[in-house]
């Protein structure tokens, strides 16, 4: 069983910065999948981003076009950590985020992730 922890979330001003961390444990996840996704009040859970695992020491990674060019994700490996470097927040980035992972997964549809962390509140003042 993989457990997932995020931190790191917090109330910020338009077009500042915050990094979410999400600590997993009960398994090493090199070989997993992993991604962020989101979800606002009233709305559904939203696709932020995911790093799949290629082979070896190879990662691709997928973004939401909302998100291009402003969030950045990254994993520790030898931290058995997923990260989410957020710059230029909009208050339209307001949401709960969540960490998930999952082995072949289909980046956008987070029913084929199959671990989820509790969530990170990150709420973006105008």
Not at 7 to 29: D, E, I
Not at 45 to 54: D, G, K, L, S, Y
């Amino acid at each position: 069983q993989v457990q997932l922890v995020e931190s790191g979330g917090g109330l910020v001003q338009a077009g500042g910065s915050l990094r979410l961390s999400c600590a997993a444990s009960g398994r090493t996840l090199t070989r997993y999948d992993m991604g962020w996704f989101r979800q606002a009040p009233g709305k559904e859970r939203e696709f932020v981003a995911a790093i799949r695992w290629i082979g070896g020491t190879i990662y691709n990674v997928n973004y939401a076009d909302s998100v291009k060019g402003r969030f950045t994700i990254s994993r520790d490996n030898a931290k058995n950590a997923l990260f989410l470097q957020m710059i230029s927040l909009k208050p339209e980035d307001t949401a709960v985020y969540f960490c998930a992972a999952g082995v072949g997964i289909v980046p956008a549809t987070p029913t084929t992730y199959n671990y989820w962390g509790q969530g990170t509140q990150v709420t973006v003042s105008s």
